[in-house]
């Protein structure tokens, strides 16, 4: 299974690709968390991205175009992949597919989980992270078990509500116009992203299906 998982921000991409790429047995790519990991290690790449990602702005295509091509390339993707926040816009689906082909291998599957522009902001301000497994909480409709957890949880940076706002309008600026690129193609399925996240797992499993 090659795949990309687009959505807007705050849409449950995150929280949902685990568990698809658990089902699937399949590397999970998501650039934003390549990008978050470069930028902790203070990488050149990271030092280029970080301004960026803080605003809530887009990091340029060559960087990620790169990092991701590079990233398609190792053995544990050769069969299979989710891609997760790649690509972002049209420059990206394009050299993804010149990639792809010189690799002789096709995307079985877009999904696209949509979720309306008045859900998300409330969605991400209260999002929090657990830097020790990675499990993503929302802190009124998704706590964490414990207070042990909960003193562990860590906010993304661009997690803010001005950065969150520049981040939509960068998804449907940019990053829409990647959804006729694949509706083209015939290999675009549109998800429902609004609900319970094992419903929402159950459809997108069922829009893998066929
Ligand atoms: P995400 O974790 O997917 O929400 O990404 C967080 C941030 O990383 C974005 O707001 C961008 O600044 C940057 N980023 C992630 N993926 C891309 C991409 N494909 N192209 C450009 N910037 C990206």
Redo the contacts with the bound molecule.
Sequence with gaps: MRMIFVGP?GAG??TQAARLVEHFAIPHI????M??AAVKEGTALGVE?DG??KR??????AV?IGM?VERIGKADAATGFML??????RP?AEALDVALTAAGVKLDAVVLLEVPDSLIVERIVWRRTDPDTGTIYHLKFSPPESDEIAARLQQ?K?DTEEACIN?LS?YHGETAPIVPFYEAQGILRRVDGVGAPDEITARLLTSLQH
């Design positions: 921000p991409k995150g998501s650039s934003g968390d990008l978050r991205a960026y990602m809530g702005d887009l990091v340029p295509d990620v991701i997760d926040g790649f690509p972002r816009t990206q993304r661009d981040r960068k």
